[in-house]
Each structure stands twice: as C-alpha cells, then as structure tokens.
C-alpha cells in the first residue's frame, strides 16, 4: 500500500491554458474524491466517484472543471481556460470498499498545487 | 450559516496541557463525524472518527459528539510542539446522501515548549 499518489506536485501555468492532473487511489479503494483548497480553508468537495460512475458533482464546479475516472481506477481532473482564481492546492483522495454510506473514511494524497499566472 | 464552523484560532496552548478544538454543523441528520490535522503545507490526515454520541478515546485523542447540540469536539492532552497544525473538523451531512465531506476552515493550534 503506497498511499494516494498525485501528479503533478506542482503545476504553473498562464491564463487560459489548460491544465490536467492525475490521480492515483489506494489500490481496491472504490471511492475517489476531488477537493480543492485554497489558504486558510477547508478541502472544498468538487466532485466524486464510486468505481467509474462520478456521482456527485459540485455547483461551484464550473463547465470548465471536468473529471473522469476510467475504468474504476485512476482519476484525471481537467481544468480548460484557467483563470486566475483557479490557483489553489488540489486534493484527491480514496476510501475503501466496504462499510455503509456515511462512514467513510478518506486518505489523502499530497495534492497539486495550481499556480495560475 | 456555514454547514462546519471552527474558530480559526490560532489556539495556543502551553506543552503538556489539554487543547480543545470545537465544531458546530449545521445539519441535524449528520451522520459521520471526522478530525484531521494537516500542517503547513501538507494534505490531510485522519485523526479520528465518530458516528455516536459520547466520548471516543485513542491515546492521547478524545473526541467528542453531541448530535443534540451539533457539536463535536476534540481533546488532545498532554500537547506536544509535533502537536502544532491546523485541525480541520469534516461532517458527512445525510442531505448529500452520506458520502459528501463537509470540511470546516480548521482550527490552527500552537502548542509552546
């Protein structure tokens, strides 16, 4: 068990390009999650998956943010025409199978951090 | 009215003593309750979790949960400097289905030596 990995750590770019990031879950974890957090908040919840299916997104998720999860494993999250506020650290993490709904416990990986020029 | 609240703090504490973070949530049928502390430039990581009402105890951690009040807490005793991070409360609200973290800002913690 190597932990959630996350690619890449760090990432500049300028306004309006686009940018995508991956993610690798704790191998078996069937939930994946991405967050988004910038200075002095809390993960913000941007959408998750249960195997392949994404099935919650966020409403502050713009149409530019989208996210796939292929075949059940790793995760790429895409953020098209960047804008300035969209400088932030981003989280994913995994949860394993098992247990009810509402008693999931997340691992997080180290996060990229998103630099917008 | 935020659905986690903390005091952002900081919290300062003198080493060996007792801190104690607060929580509020707003949803009442709330139903997984976590404390994860993240330093200064790190990810988050678990620290405990509680689903019921009373005290759940794990070395030098106890958590707390009132679901009357929509409070949770956490203790740490006998604080140490490596203690020293921003604690973030997560509530699981049943409104999005169970499976949505609402995180609150967190609470940073200064333990002195």
């Known amino acids: 068990d190597t932990g959630v990995s996350q690619d890449p750590r760090h990432k500049i770019t300028k306004r309006g390009q686009n940018v995508t990031f991956r993610c690798d879950p704790i191998?078996?974890?069937?939930?994946l999650y991405w967050y988004r957090q910038t200075l002095g908040q809390g993960p913000e919840f941007l959408t998750y998956?249960?195997?392949?299916?994404?099935?919650?997104k966020s409403r502050l998720l713009s149409d530019r943010f989208s996210a796939e999860r292929p075949k059940g494993s790793f995760s790429t999250l895409e953020i098209q025409r960047t804008e300035q506020g969209d400088s932030a650290m981003y989280l994913c993490a995994s949860s394993p199978r098992g247990g009810s709904v509402g008693t999931d416990t997340q691992y997080f990986g180290p996060g990229t951090r998103l630099t917008v020029l | 009215q935020k659905e986690v609240e903390q005091n952002s703090g900081p919290l300062s504490v003198p080493e060996g003593a007792i801190a104690s973070l607060n929580c509020t949530y707003s949803?009442?049928?709330?139903?997984?309750f976590f404390w994860y502390r993240q330093y200064s430039g790190k990810s988050p990581e678990l620290i405990m979790f509680i689903y019921s009402n009373g005290d759940k105890e794990d070395g030098r951690f106890t958590a707390q949960l009132n679901k009357a009040s929509q409070y949770v807490s956490l203790l740490i005793r006998d604080s140490q400097p490596s203690d020293s991070a921003t604690y973030l409360c997560a509530v699981n609200p049943r409104n999005t289905g169970g499976f949505k973290t609402i995180f609150g800002a967190g609470t940073r913690l200064f333990v002195k030596a």
């Open positions: 949803d009442r049928g709330s139903q997984s």
């Open positions: 998956f249960q195997n392949e299916a994404q099935l919650e």
């Open positions: 191998s078996e974890h069937n939930r």
